[in-house]
């Protein structure tokens, strides 16, 4: 088993989620969170006054799937969420070594 974690730009996440979708992932986690990378933030205009963040909005999606789905997830994260600019963001990829349903106590790949 496999666990993504994708950063990604916030107005990919739909799109993003439907090629998920369409491949079969059943499940994600999304959360809104700020980093920054080679883009080392951005500059603003507020109020007329010029001023420069340092962390940008991003989505981090964490998926957790079997070892045969893991390159068809990486695809599908990668065409989707690319604009070829700068700040498209990462995908990791981490082994998972147990997952347990709380519901059933299914454990392994039955628990994805």
């Known amino acids: 088993m496999k666990f993504i974690i994708a950063i990604i730009k916030p107005f990919k996440l739909d799109e993003v989620r439907e090629a998920l979708a369409g491949i079969g992932v ?33 989505v981090k999606i964490e998926i957790a799937t079997s070892d045969d789905m893991t390159p068809k997830v990486i695809e599908a994260i990668q065409q989707t969420a690319s604009t070829e600019a700068i700040g498209d963001g990462k995908v990791f990829v981490i082994d998972l070594a147990s997952a347990t349903r709380i519901r059933t106590g299914e454990t392994g790949d039955m628990a994805l």
């Open 26 to 58: 059943a499940g994600m986690t999304v959360s809104e969170v700020k980093g920054f990378g080679r883009q080392k933030g951005q500059t603003e205009i507020y109020r007329g006054a010029e001023y420069t963040t340092n962390m940008l909005p991003k």
